[in-house]
């Protein structure tokens, strides 16, 4: 592959952005990479600067579920392009996109619209703290909540993939109220409860774990988060930013039957523009200025653009015929991997709902951060390299969930498979390889 465009543009984005990037994954630095420098993205295909072609996995780590620029999407911000891009002023678009994402989410009756995911759940912590008139917040291990001081503590994602504790720069105080738990530990989040049920303000949890590779929640641990937040009068946070409109039209609560008391909304929901959301119940969502005490604000939030493409996504996908599609292409890249991994004779955990999916290197089981940690990181950048080389495009971390879209092919997925087993195939050094 020629990368001599690519590699001149990194030179310079190297000198005019901290690590060449605006979001320190994209650097590739887990998998000792050097990221693609992209000129255009189609369906699933990203193109780079040196007009090379990768069957793109990463889509945007979440939004593009229709794939690159589908034609609808492109054609609503056409539209609105023409119209305007921002008016601070109440616009069709936001109420659309509104309605539709409360008939579509079960626990959502009133829903704000931010810019970010990281917005969204810093706000929705605030409304829990201010209905509860409580402090401290539960969140698991290698969870990813976005960047705000309080969640930064033993997060996933970026933070997961640089090994960083938390972040340089966060006050001791704002991680004060912070109980991190074991994701999937039913028996440690009881034992919280009865020690602190009383103290404890929100519980926040990614319903299917995606930012320390996919991790799948196992029976009854909702469930049973359901029961306790309940009995002790805590508000529960879905965290949907990468699972809403993404496992089901109504998100992993609807996938799973547990009905949050807020519920946190990105990525899909934008089309790829800036957009961030958080609901729940009327009284609950009344509490937020302007109608009730709890300050939460943005100058172009319910942006016309991000607000347009969320509805012409959102009715692309409204009939589920997409969500069965990408059941089927998701199955048929778990059984390929699944069955590379065993022809390999090498451990290899998959974990997928619908079009999530995280093959886990070296390990037989992945149920929370600590397991997930013990993947072998050093296969997979080897595997992430092999599969760049060949023109597929994963994201660059063990702990970074892959996407698949509806624009992907059988084709796509059977390539992808190949050049795994190829891979798998000269390790020697794996548990239960050889
Ligand atoms: C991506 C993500 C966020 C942060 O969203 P940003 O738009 O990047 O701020 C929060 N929570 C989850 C579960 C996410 O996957």
Known sequence: MSDARARALRERAERALPGGVNSPVRAFRAV??????????????????????????????GPHILGHNPPEVVAALRTQLERGVAF???????????ERIVDAVPSIEM?????????????????????????????????????????????????????????????????????????????????????????????????????????????GFLQRMRDLTQRYGTILVFDEVMTGFRVAYGGAQELYGVRPDVTCLGKVIGGGIPVGAYGGGRALMELVAPSGPVYQAGTLAGSPLAMAAGCAVLDALHDGAAYERLETLGSRLERGLAAAADDAGVDCAINRVGSMLTPFLGVSEVIDFESARAASTATFATLHSAWLGRGILWPPSQFETGFISTAHAEADIDRTVTCFLDVLSSQTDLPGSG
């Open 32 to 61: 000792q990479g050097t990221p693609p420098a992209i000129s255009r993205g189609e369906g699933a295909f990203l193109f780079d600067e040196d007009g090379n072609r990768f069957i793109d996995y990463v889509l945007a780590y």
């Open 111 to 219: 829903v704000r619209f931010v810019n970010s995911g990281t917005e969204a759940t810093m706000s929705a912590l605030r409304v829990a703290r201010a209905a509860t008139r409580r402090d401290l917040i539960v969140k698991f291990a290698g969870a990813y909540h976005g960047h705000a001081d309080a969640l930064l503590a033993d997060a996933g994602s970026g933070v997961a993939t640089l090994s960083i504790p938390g972040s340089e720069g966060v006050p001791a105080r704002a991680t004060a109220d912070t109980v991190v738990l074991p994701y999937n530990d039913i028996a440690a989040l009881t034992e919280l409860f009865e020690l602190r049920g009383g103290e404890v303000a929100a519980v926040i949890v990614e319903p299917v774990a995606g930012n320390m590779g996919c991790v799948p929640p196992v029976p």
């Open 88 to 98: 601070g002023s109440t616009v069709a678009l936001e109420v659309e996109l509104a």
